[in-house]
Every structure is written in C-alpha cells, then in structure tokens.
C-alpha cells in the first residue's frame, strides 16, 4: 500500500471485508447508497466467499460500487487491507457486511472531521439489534479524547462499522490491518493510528450493529477475547514487563468482554492491574472516575453470579474503587441474587 494520497477521488472510501454474506449484504449496501452525502465510493473485498455474495453484489448496477476478489482466504484483516489498496477517497469508511448506516453518517463524520483538526478518526455509538430486540450502547456518553485515550488501555469502546478515518493518516499504516491480531484487528488499528492524530467519537447511533449467530462477535468470542488482550498487552509492555501478556488478557476478559471474576483473588488481580495503569496515566483527567465506574462493574458481576460474597468483594477493594455507598441498594440487591445463584448451585452439586 502506498502512503501517498491519490491525486482525485471521491472524499469517501468505503472499505468492506465480505466472506458469505449474502443474507445481508444487499440491505447493508442500500444503507450506503442511501446517504445524504453522495461523494463516496464502496470498495469491497470478497473473501472467497462459497455463498452468493458475488452473485449479489454483481446485481447491484451502481458505478460507486467495485468489487475485488482476493486469491485465497485471508480473514477480514488481509481482506480490509486489499480494499485499502484499492480505495482513492480523502476518507476512509469502516463498515461490515452485516451492518446498517444511518443516512445522515457521513454528512456527521464529515463535518465533526472538519471541526477537530487534532482528530484522525471517528467513530459513534451503536444501535445494536437482534431481530426485533434492541440493546443501547454500552457506552452511550464516550466522546471526548482523553476519555477515549483512557478507555482504550482497558477495552476496546469503538465499533469498526462506525470509523471513519482521515486518508493520509491511514495510508501511513502498513499493513492497513495486521492479520496477526486476529478478530481484534480493528483494536490493533486503533492502536496504532493514534501516533498521527486523536480519536473523537460522536454520542448518536450512526449505525445500526447486526448481532446474529453468524457474527464475529457471537462466533469467535474467545479468540477477540484473546487477541484484544495481545493488543493491551503490547500497550502495556514497558508498565507491566513480563506481566503484561497476564494483564492484557485479564482486562480483554473482565473489563473488555464483562466475564464476571471466578472468584476474589481474581477481582482483586484485575484491581491490582487497573491501579498501575491509573497510576501511570495519573495525568488523564477521566482516569479516576472511568478506573472507579469499571471496577465496580467487574465486582458486580461476580457477586451477581454468587462467586464471592459482599465481605469478600470490600476486603479486596482497591483504594481507587472509593467506599461504593451510592451503589449501596444495587449491592444488596446483587449480593442477595449471588446468594441464591449459589445456593441453588450448592444444592444441585448435592443431588449428584
């Protein structure tokens, strides 16, 4: 890939992965083609796919659409980085095959790029959808830099289908996506195009994010699991040493994917790794407020699933985590569910 900016094309560059995704491609498409900012291109890399994804996107009679074919199977990481090979736009769009934009994207992405020059990419919060079920963001209120900054040396709180990046800052990445980061190659990106501009994201639902059994996100859990945690364990190399694999994937595990602790001594290692890293990034104005919100979130989950009990939880408390008095109810009410989670597991185990 080149690092030289194309000389004319249209300010926007789509850039899809797409490995059998004839169910619903077509509608993610239309998402595209249905934009209030008409000055963009769609450049699709096709997996391999053995469905008819081809079949479909060559019915799609539209001259912003190119579709190229890569030579072997790669995952999404080789098939994103060929699309960027090919992609001429001032801006660079994330999107996955199975995901809907709202009409209004790139018209907002746009002009929030215009207004923050310091920013290189932007993303938004998500509408996540199941058939007819809907679930909010988790992180609904996540928009300013240095929260942004802080949040990403825990989890990752940004949804590729709402990115959209400055073109010279990404054409600056060789590779556009390392496939050794696999299912956490977005984080990875994320990462590293952060030595050429700041990361923004807007507080609306500019894409609507499919969840379905065939997802990445449903089906490959363990592995973005595992791979989230090589990416924090590379941003924590100097800070943790020979702990940071350890700490990388414990955050990915309980801050990133929210699995609830087995048991204390783990929730008191995960606030062992956040206090060093709230130490290190002391100078973040979120740092203690999102360090605090997070932890608690963690703890909640094991004392809801009885795998410790309230005692045990405030005697591994971190000093960053405060005394938890305005969760006080929530506590009660969680403590009182574990204790039943954990009776009934007690009885069950008996009746063997």
Not at 89 to 117: S, T, V
Not at 165 to 194: K, M, N, S, V
Not at 202 to 209: Q, S
Request: proline share 6%.
């Amino acid at each position: 890939m080149t690092a030289e900016a194309p000389t004319a094309g249209p300010a926007v560059s789509v850039v899809m992965a797409a490995y059998n995704g004839a169910a619903f491609i077509r509608e993610t498409i239309d998402s595209l083609f249905a934009q209030t900012m008409p000055d963009f291109e769609i450049v699709v890399a096709d997996d391999c796919s053995t469905d008819d994804t081809l079949a479909v996107l060559a019915a799609m009679n539209d001259p912003r659409l190119r579709v190229v074919k890569a030579e072997r199977n790669g995952g999404p990481a080789a098939a994103r980085t060929l699309a960027m090979s090919q992609a001429r736009g001032r801006f660079i769009a994330g999107l996955d095959q199975d995901d809907i934009c709202a009409p209004d994207r790139f018209e907002k992405q746009l002009a929030y790029l215009d207004a923050h020059p310091d920013v290189v990419l932007v993303c938004s919060t998500i509408a996540m959808f199941e058939g007819g079920k809907l679930r909010r963001d988790p992180y609904p209120d996540l928009t300013d830099p240095d929260e942004i900054d802080w949040m990403m040396g825990l989890l990752n709180p940004l949804a590729w289908s709402t990115a959209m990046i400055r073109g010279e800052a990404a054409r600056r990445l060789e590779p556009f996506e390392r496939d050794e980061y696999r299912f956490a190659e977005d984080f990875d990106l994320y990462t590293r195009i952060r030595a050429h501009g700041r990361i923004g994201r807007i507080a609306e639902p500019l894409v609507r994010y499919r969840l379905h059994p065939g997802g990445a996100s449903q089906a490959y859990e363990q592995g973005m699991i595992r791979a989230a945690g090589r990416v924090l364990a590379d941003r924590h190399a100097t800070l943790f040493g020979v702990e940071a694999a350890e700490a990388g994937e414990m955050l990915s595990r309980y801050a990133g994917a929210s699995y609830p602790p087995p048991d204390a001594a783990t929730l008191a290692r995960c606030g062992a790794i956040m206090a060093r890293f709230l130490e290190d990034m002391r100078s973040n104005p979120f740092a203690q407020d999102s360090s605090r919100m997070i932890w608690w979130r963690i703890a909640r989950s094991g004392l809801r699933m009885g795998h410790y009990n309230a005692a045990e939880m405030m005697r591994v408390r971190p000093a960053f985590a405060g005394s938890g008095a305005a969760l006080r109810p929530a506590l009660l009410r969680d403590a009182a569910i574990g204790a039943t989670r954990r009776a009934r597991r007690l009885a069950a185990s008996l009746s063997l």
